[in-house]
């Protein structure tokens, strides 16, 4: 091979470099080939993208030969795949995590060792996917992994967006957006399917006809078209055992170009067409639990769904001829309502294009469908006006309300009140007539699913309360997971090579075999070795912090974290403002034995939120004021890093001593951030919140720091009337920093800049900051006198790791497998 000659000549030429051997040298055979005929360089004159995209391709190579044995099984076995709807897939980068499941992690690091290539410094090249905004994208990623490692044959469907969630600057402290552009070298991941495409309508009417046996019949005549393209992405699972496929849909015009525009000159114009039909897939929305309410929103939203439906029933049928047994080789779950269109879709080609009477399409629709939601909160409870959906989509209006009749019809049979009529009407009639989306998606499920214990119960008591009277038993609980191979095997490999010697390789396959490490928890030797992992992850976040922000803050100091979305329920601000008590306190007694801290944020805000946007400016007012005082003498560092995404996530996670989980109680469905600290060993300040509360049952109470109002002491709080004056009149130490922050004292340029926070907080306070101040803060020096014994400390960072296995996303795709798709999985390894 020429190309293999060639680098070895210049492998030659710098004799230092290592010899390849076995798997090595034919990985190292195949990265070459791979550089030179397809991305056409020479390696003597190769750059960094070159390697990372000839290795990317190398491995592809390798996942296709399991993709295609996966895919061919599973087509033979004739059974049953699950179809996962996400407008959201929060994948990050793909090469380490694929190298891991592959087992080549080792052989390609030799491979490109011996052609002079660093591994981790190309790695470090590939763009983060980013084309979700926070936890509900980011599990619907832990899940594809997860459903390829325990054997679930799996689509996920979703949107291949150009510009994933924007870029967050930090600039004088504000939060600024801009494009983020991750195929700008190209995917070297995906398989664009120009043939597998879709029509997708907008807009038109309806025209009734009556069928032969005197039925009415419904052609919906679109007046646009746009077709949705499949762009295909392996997705291995550990061992490598096993390769789905993530399918994600790109908006075509059916006419690229108006020729008569052009030709008379409107060059512009000639494009508006192709223009308005790509922007279904151009972008994602940045909307973190608020609903972006936009047209283009609802566009993408139908996009989607019915390109994803038109492709399992057009698989189904070639496979199993007859759509009556679609729900028993197919089901679909939709994640979030954003999905939920899929019931009136599918019942629109059950019905008009299979000519399915009603109540057999209705009852197949509900077999096949189950609905996960993510959240309580008011304002992220998806509705859109009649009139929209009305002109976009007139057949599925049609249809909506013709569920909506029956499902009045029954509810009033099972005795509902006007009351519970209301609320279970997918027609809200409050609030200038909306399609209430979550109600939709729930009567056409057959399990509907919260993702916490807590969050489950709740959505009994509250959105679904009438709608589980009137459909009892369809409500379940699926607890989030996180998947260990990227969040421990490959995020902190000294950890898991720890792991490895200490336990042995059983808890790889099986996360929950990790209690075999509880026996350890106390031994002096493992944990000198525990500390020193953690340690050296402590540099390695000490190293980023001081390249992106300049800022030097000593690995030795406990290292206190809160990233995640900005938002006033996961109260960011409660953090910031007992930081700066900390702060005061340390000025006031200089002379105690005060614990070095450093705080670390990270987090984007939806570009439209300005509360959020001002919580950021705080944290960064805050962090120029104290990094800069002497009188603190390094004992306390706040740093706010930019951009937080997967691959932040990925060096910040390992290098945490303490996790801040401390939203509101009521408010945080889940919280999956939560998992990943506690399994990569950091203790939790948190509120009994989400799945907190479950990591407490299995970590036990004295290995978590719980503080703080529970969800029904916030539900008492908010109906007697909040009093947030009272609140800090009963703690000096907080009137001080709302004082201190209201004043200017961290804005000297600006006095007035955080008035209306602190106005806010004094006046109304609705995520409970001030009822929620003092315990934290009595926690927080609980936790500094605990750092003083490290023995102590690395006990329950210990113990926590050994606990954890149980939130695996294995295990949560096990359970929903089991209870909502009645699908059977494997044992790994
Ligand atoms: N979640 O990330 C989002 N976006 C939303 O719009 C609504 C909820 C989060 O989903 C996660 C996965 O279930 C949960 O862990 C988290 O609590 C929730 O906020």
């Not at 095997?489 to 042995?504: C, D, H, Y």
């Not at 020096?781 to 050994?802: F, H, M, Q, S, Y």
Request: with cysteine.
């Amino acid at each position: 091979l020429y190309a293999a000659d060639a680098a070895l000549a210049v492998a030659d030429e710098a004799s230092a470099l290592p010899e390849a051997t076995g798997d090595a040298r034919s990985f190292r055979d195949l990265i070459l080939a791979k550089l030179t005929y397809a991305v056409g360089k020479d390696p003597i004159v190769a750059r960094d993208h070159d390697w990372l995209r000839a290795l990317s391709l190398a491995l592809r190579d390798r996942i296709v030969d399991r993709w295609m044995a996966t895919t061919r099984g599973v087509y033979r076995m004739g059974g049953k795949r699950v179809y996962y709807f996400s407008l959201e897939f929060l994948i990050g980068r793909l090469l380490k995590d694929g190298l891991n499941n592959m087992g080549l992690l080792g052989t390609a690091r030799e491979a490109l060792a011996s052609v002079g290539v660093d591994l981790d410094v190309i790695a470090e090249l590939e763009a983060d996917a980013a084309l979700g905004n926070g936890g509900l994208g980011r599990l619907a990623a832990c899940f594809m992994e997860s459903m390829a490692t325990v054997g679930v044959p799996a689509y996920g469907y979703g949107i291949r967006y150009e510009n994933g969630l924007f870029r967050q600057n930090i600039i004088d402290g504000w939060q600024t957006e801009s494009p983020e552009n991750w195929l700008a070298y190209g995917n070297p991941w995906e398989f664009p399917r120009r043939e597998v495409a879709y029509e997708i309508g907008f807009g038109g009417a309806v025209e009734a006809s009556e069928g032969w046996d005197g039925s009415a019949v419904h052609a919906w005549k679109p007046a646009e078209t746009v077709l949705a393209v499949a762009h295909d992405t392996p997705v291995v699972g550990w061992r490598g055992l096993r390769v789905n496929t993530l399918r994600l849909w790109s908006a075509r015009s059916p006419d690229p170009i108006s020729l008569d525009a052009f030709n008379a000159g409107d060059h512009i114009g000639a494009l508006t067409a192709r223009t308005k039909a790509e922007s279904i897939s151009r972008v994602l929305y940045p909307a973190d639990s608020t609903p972006a309410g936009q047209e283009l929103r609802l566009r993408q939203e139908y996009f989607f769904t019915s390109a994803s439906l038109q492709d399992l029933v057009r698989r189904h049928l070639k496979q199993h001829r007859e759509i009556r047994t679609l729900a028993q080789k197919a089901a679909v779950q939709l994640n979030d309502t954003h999905p939920a269109i899929a019931v009136a879709e599918l019942m629109r080609i059950l019905i008009d294009i299979h000519a399915m009477s009603w109540a057999d399409a209705f009852a197949l629709t509900r077999d096949t469908i189950s609905y996960t939601n993510h959240t309580l909160l008011p304002e992220a409870l998806e509705s859109w006006p009649v009139p929209l959906l009305e002109r976009l989509l007139p057949r599925h209006m049609q249809i909506i309300y013709a569920i909506n009749a029956r499902v009045l019809t029954e509810a009033r049979a099972a005795g509902a009140t006007d009351a519970m009529i209301a609320a279970v009407s997918i027609i809200d009639e409050g609030h200038g007539r909306r399609v209430r989306m979550g109600n939709l998606a729930f009567v056409g499920s057959h399990k509907v699913n919260g993702v916490s214990a807590l969050h489950s119960e709740l959505m009994k008591e509250t959105v679904f309360r009438d709608l589980n009277t009137v459909f009892p038993g369809r409500i379940t609980n699926k607890t989030n997971g996180i998947t260990p191979r990227r969040w421990l095997m490959t995020a902190n490999p000294g950890l898991a090579g720890l792991l490895r010697e200490t336990i042995g390789e059983g808890f790889l396959d099986d996360a929950e075999k990790l209690v075999a490490l509880e026996p350890f928890a106390r031994d002096p030797g493992f944990q000198e070795r525990f500390a020193a992992v953690k340690h050296a992850n402590k540099a390695r976040l000490a190293k980023t912090i001081q390249q992106t922000l300049g800022l030097r803050v000593d690995p030795a100091a406990l290292f206190d974290v809160q990233v995640k979305r900005m938002h006033e329920y996961k109260r960011q601000l409660l953090n910031i403002l007992e930081t700066i008590a900390l702060y005061n306190a340390i000025r006031t007694h200089p002379e105690k034995d005060w614990v070095p801290r450093v705080k670390v944020f990270a987090g984007k805000a939806a570009a439209s939120y300005t509360s959020a946007k001002y919580i950021i400016k705080l944290i960064n007012d805050v962090a120029k004021m104290v990094n800069t005082d002497p009188a603190v003498r390094n004992l306390l560092k706040v740093a706010f890093l930019p951009n937080y995404n997967v691959s932040l996530a990925e060096v910040i996670i390992p290098a945490a001593d303490l996790s801040e989980q401390i939203s509101t109680a009521g408010m945080e469905a889940s919280g999956t951030g939560n998992m990943k600290f506690a399994l990569n060993g950091a203790l939790t300040i948190g509120t009994l919140d989400g799945a907190n509360v479950e990591m407490r049952d299995h970590v036990g109470a004295d290995n978590i720091f719980i503080f703080g109002l529970t969800a029904a002491e916030v539900e008492a709080r908010r109906a007697k009337g909040l009093n947030p004056r009272a609140n800090i009149e009963a703690d000096p130490a907080l009137a001080e920093v709302l004082d201190a922050v209201g004043s200017g004292v961290f804005s000297p340029a600006d006095p007035q800049r955080h008035r209306g926070t602190v106005d806010n907080l004094t006046n109304s306070d609705w995520f409970l900051v001030t009822d929620d101040f003092t315990s934290y803060s009595a926690m927080q020096r609980r936790i500094d006198a605990l750092w003083g014994t490290p023995a102590a400390w690395r006990e329950k960072a210990i113990l926590n790791v050994a606990r954890m296995g149980w939130f695996s996303s294995d295990r949560t795709i096990r359970d929903y497998s089991d209870e909502i798709w009645g699908l059977p999985t494997v044992k790994v390894g």
